[in-house]
């Protein structure tokens, strides 16, 4: 149910998808159309994935009357629902809801076909926001009994299913946490690269009401900093590239932060960097955090979604209470001034990823949903 051709909560259905079809199942995505396609969903339609597209609305541009009929295609192919029409003649065996833990309460048209047919029936929730605003209370029954009539409710962390918990008021007996897969091609420790300049890095969708790379450059742009060696690399595109930028400006940090777009090559990035900043908002479990540690690097996280889960602070990164300037500068602070135990920390948390990560995550959800 992404808004974007491709995202972090994309790569586990697309993991199984690509296991599925080499077993020969028929799969089907219904989705949202963008151009061009990402390179990864052109993979699977190469191999057989079969998409069908549903609406989604942009702003028509021009006068009065042209946006109102823009609205109105809109109202009626939403209204069609041909995309799951189309779907659902297929009389498929298993479905599989992509999205965040609650926004199944928007999908009435698929939650009403559903009660009315047997097929097996499955959640896959990515995060859930630790004040609970993200869910209406009008909302609460829908999910609960999508949850109940769901065979398995798949949560990225277990800190989402206590979160669930708590704002439903329902203890959900059919949750189960399930692991992204990581983008890396081997998982062994990689070497610091030398030099006196420490290399920060943040590796993510450049949205900040999620990843919160505002509140990093607020830190970065304190007097303190000024006279310290460093460096922020910046990875990843999005809505707020050019916002970022001109805080970059207005912060007098144009020396000291490159923006260096969208990488795939995720193990090249730890060749040049020293840490992971991740000033998040909310999470579910990013994977920038996972590949980081798999590649011995720290991490400065704030204590949302399952970064408390991975990262131990001191041990494994250092921990920010809150995602605000004041509590991310304090544990960055700490950071700096234990950059002498870096390595070990490093090692430490590349020992913690090994034990957490799934290497076959693709896999070992293909098998959950093939169950009968």
């Not at 079969?50 to 006068?63: A, I, L, T």
């Not at 209370?137 to 109940?148: G, L, V």
């Not at 900043?277 to 920038?288: T, V």
């Not at 135990?341 to 995550?361: R, S, T, V, Y």
Request: charge should be positive.
């Amino acid at each position: 149910m992404i808004r974007d051709a491709w995202g972090g909560s994309e790569e586990l259905w697309a993991a199984m998808a690509d296991e599925a079809l080499d077993k020969g199942h028929r799969v089907i995505h219904v989705a949202y159309r963008f151009t061009p396609v990402h390179p990864k969903m052109q993979a699977l339609v190469n191999k057989g994935l079969v998409v069908y597209y549903r609406p989604s609305y942009k702003p028509v541009r021009g006068n009065v009357l042209q946006k109102s009929i823009g609205k109105a295609v809109f109202f009626v192919q939403k209204r069609l629902q041909t995309a799951l029409h189309k779907m659902f003649k297929e009389r498929p065996d298993v479905i599989l809801y992509n999205g965040t833990c609650y926004s199944i309460a928007d999908e009435k048209t698929l939650l009403a076909r559903l009660a009315k047919l047997h097929t097996r029936f499955y959640i896959l929730g990515h995060f859930n926001r630790e004040d609970g605003n993200d869910l209406a209370d009008a909302h609460t029954p829908i999910i609960k009994n999508a949850y109940e009539r769901s065979k398995k409710v798949f949560f990225i962390t277990e800190r989402s299913i206590q979160k669930a918990r708590l704002f439903l008021k329902a203890n959900i007996p059919n949750a189960l946490v399930v692991r992204n897969p990581v983008n890396i091609s081997s998982t062994g420790i990689i070497p610091y690269a030398a030099g006196e300049t420490i290399q920060f890095a943040m590796v993510g969708n450049l949205v900040t009401v999620h990843k919160g790379q505002d509140i990093a450059l607020q830190v970065l742009a304190a007097e303190r900093w000024k006279e310290r060696a460093w460096h922020l690399n910046i990875y990843g595109s999005g809505q707020d590239e050019l916002a970022l930028k001109n805080l970059v400006e207005l912060l007098g940090l144009k020396n000291n932060v490159s923006f260096n777009g969208r990488v795939t090559d995720i193990r090249a990035v730890w060749c040049s960097n020293h840490m992971l900043l991740m000033p998040s908002r909310m999470e579910g479990m990013p994977l920038a955090v996972v590949e980081a540690m798999i590649c011995g690097r720290p991490s400065v996280v704030t204590d949302v979604g399952g970064h408390t889960e991975w990262v131990e602070n001191g041990k494994h990164g250092f921990v920010a209470e809150l995602a605000n300037a004041l509590s991310f500068g304090e544990a960055l602070e700490r950071a700096w001034l234990a950059r002498g135990n870096w390595g070990a920390i490093g090692q430490q948390a590349h020992k913690k990823a090994m034990e957490f990560f799934d290497p076959h995550a693709g896999q070992t959800l293909l098998t959950l949903l093939e169950e009968a």
